[in-house]
């Protein structure tokens, strides 16, 4: 959910629509023309922002394995995990995967923005982890 609100926060202000880059997701179901696409619409901002919710499980899933490492769970611990699951999560999104299956939200937002994007799901990660640990 953090990295869907900071791409809608980035989205608006990158580019002029909070929906854009959730939007941009859908390319993966419906080709370019998910870039182009500014207005909230059934048709891409629905599957976009499950395929985004799908992604953060997967990625989140990577975490969880990350702090099984560890015997203890302290906050450096847990913050050093969602760091590493977060940089390989950018590394395979934006270098690795085939250009169809690319988050999409890249081709909306600024290199500042997504770090933002990617620092949100970081601290969602940490932060959902912590509450959980409590």
């Known amino acids: 959910m953090s990295s869907a609100l900071a791409l809608?926060?980035?989205g608006r202000h990158d580019a002029g629509s909070a929906t854009a880059p959730l939007n941009a997701v859908s390319h993966i179901a419906y080709g370019d023309e998910a870039?182009?696409?500014d207005r909230p619409?059934?048709?891409?901002?629905l599957p976009g922002v499950l395929l985004h919710a799908a992604s953060g499980v997967f990625w989140a899933l990577l975490f969880?394995?990350?702090?099984?490492?560890?015997?203890?769970r302290g906050l450096g611990a847990t913050a050093a995990d969602a760091?590493?699951?977060t940089?390989?999560?950018?590394v395979v999104d934006?270098?690795?995967?085939?250009?169809?299956?690319?988050?999409?939200?890249?081709?909306?937002?600024?290199?500042?923005?997504?770090?933002?994007v990617?620092?949100?799901?970081?601290?969602g990660l940490l932060l959902g982890a912590r509450r959980l640990d409590r």
């Open 83 to 85: 760091v590493a699951a």
């Open 118 to 123: 990617y620092g949100a799901l970081a601290a």
């Open 35 to 37: 870039f182009e696409v």
């Open 8 to 10: 809608m926060w980035r």
């Open 64 to 72: 969880e394995g990350l702090r099984g490492r560890h015997a203890r």
């Open 94 to 116: 934006l270098a690795i995967v085939p250009r169809r299956l690319t988050p999409g939200f890249e081709r909306r937002l600024s290199a500042r923005s997504l770090a933002l």
């Open 41 to 45: 619409t059934l048709r891409h901002t």
């Open 87 to 90: 940089a390989v999560a950018a």
